[in-house]
């Protein structure tokens, strides 16, 4: 993980891996505006490591995953003995590009579809936002993926990050050794 550098992140005590991974914004046009991706890896703690790491994909579609890196690190204890945590802050969230637009809280449907139209118009100005679709994103996960050497994912979905999971495992079918859901009580 040489592509990775030893980082603190909050929440955490233990030392864990960060960096950035470039991506087209449209893979089309790999010249044209790149998104940088921000990625923590929580490395496994025991001796022999797995070469397959879980992925939390993060509900809402704009949080960050790396924002969990403490809580995923302590509730997996077991797990983190032979399996790094891997994650990726998706195009147009946090760290990635971040997308931000704030429509406060409209008085009625009329107000609401004009603060939306607004904030996708100011959005416009600054991405196409055309590429920040699920699928695309499954792209980026997966070129993280190889760019970091793993072989296949554990994919942990939450929310939202369960239907980024199925778009993934069927965009990449042998690449995924096993997909995890969050139920929700």
Same mark, same amino acid.
């Given at each position: 993980?040489?592509?990775?550098?030893?980082?603190?992140?909050?929440?955490?005590?233990?030392?864990?891996?960060?960096?950035?991974?470039?991506?087209?914004?449209?893979?089309?046009?790999?010249?044209?505006?790149?998104?940088?991706?921000?990625?923590?890896?929580?490395?496994?703690?025991?001796?022999?490591?797995?070469? *397959?790491?879980?992925?939390?994909? /993060?509900?809402?579609?704009?949080?960050?995953?790396? +924002?969990?890196?403490?809580?995923?690190?302590?509730?997996?204890?077991?797990?983190?003995?032979?399996? *790094?945590?891997?994650?990726?802050?998706? +195009?147009?969230?946090?760290?990635?590009?971040?997308?931000?637009?704030?429509?406060?809280?409209?008085? *009625?449907? /009329?107000?609401?579809?004009?603060?939306?139209?607004?904030?996708?118009?100011?959005?416009?100005?600054? /991405?196409?936002?055309?590429?920040?679709?699920?699928?695309?994103?499954?792209?980026?996960? *997966?070129?993280? +993926?190889?760019?970091?050497?793993?072989?296949?994912?554990?994919?942990?979905?939450?929310?939202?990050?369960?239907?980024?999971?199925?778009?993934?495992?069927?965009?990449?079918?042998?690449?995924?050794?096993?997909?995890?859901?969050?139920?929700?009580?």
């Amino acid at each position: 993980m040489a592509k990775l550098h030893a980082c603190r992140v909050q929440g955490l005590d233990d030392s864990v891996l960060c960096g950035r991974f470039e991506v087209p914004e449209d893979r089309a046009r790999p010249e044209g505006r790149k998104l940088s991706l921000n990625i923590v890896v929580v490395p496994a703690t025991g001796d022999s490591v797995a070469s *397959d790491p879980l992925v939390f994909l /993060a509900g809402g579609g704009v949080a960050p995953a790396t +924002r969990y890196a403490g809580f995923l690190s302590r509730a997996f204890p077991a797990l983190r003995r032979t399996r *790094d945590i891997l994650l990726v802050d998706q +195009r147009g969230t946090w760290n990635s590009g971040a997308l931000p637009c704030d429509v406060g809280v409209p008085q *009625d449907t /009329a107000a609401a579809m004009a603060a939306l139209r607004r904030c996708r118009d100011s959005l416009a100005t600054k /991405a196409d936002l055309r590429f920040y679709t699920t699928p695309i994103a499954m792209d980026d996960l *997966d070129a993280v +993926r190889a760019w970091l050497g793993y072989t296949k994912l554990n994919l942990y979905g939450v929310s939202y990050g369960t239907k980024a999971a199925q778009v993934y495992m069927r965009q990449y079918p042998d690449r995924v050794r096993a997909a995890i859901r969050a139920m929700q009580q």
